[in-house]
């Protein structure tokens, strides 16, 4: 299963900003890729370990702004359609259960 976060923070103040960095460094270190600009996934081997991830999300969100979680399966992920742009290969996009990075 993979964990998507969307994301829209306001930057208006330094105080959004810190809170904005904050929340993308939380992402980074907990295991999150970024696929775009405010838009982060991560791989969970099963319902509890995304519940887990939801939870950890929960607890380190900021106080404003927007943050979407999507959770799709492998399969739905892998069905992705990249209309413009080049395949990163740091992106894991295999239905297979083990990975080797």
């Not at 904005?20 to 081997?45: D, I, P, W």
């Not at 395949?87 to 083990?98: A, G, I, M, N, P």
Request: with cysteine; net charge neutral; aromatic share 8%.
């Amino acid at each position: 299963m993979r964990v998507l976060v969307f994301f829209d923070l306001p930057v208006l103040t330094a105080e959004n900003r810190r809170a904005y960095t904050r929340f993308r460094k939380f992402l980074l270190k907990n295991g999150f890729l970024m696929l775009q600009e405010s838009v982060y996934c991560k791989l969970a081997l099963n319902g509890t370990a995304v519940n887990a991830i939801v939870d950890n999300v929960h607890k380190n969100k900021p106080e404003e702004g927007l943050i979407q979680l999507l959770t799709v399966t492998e399969k739905q992920y892998a069905k992705m359609d990249i209309v413009v742009g080049d395949l990163k290969s740091e992106v894991l996009d295999t239905d297979e259960r083990l990975v080797v990075l």
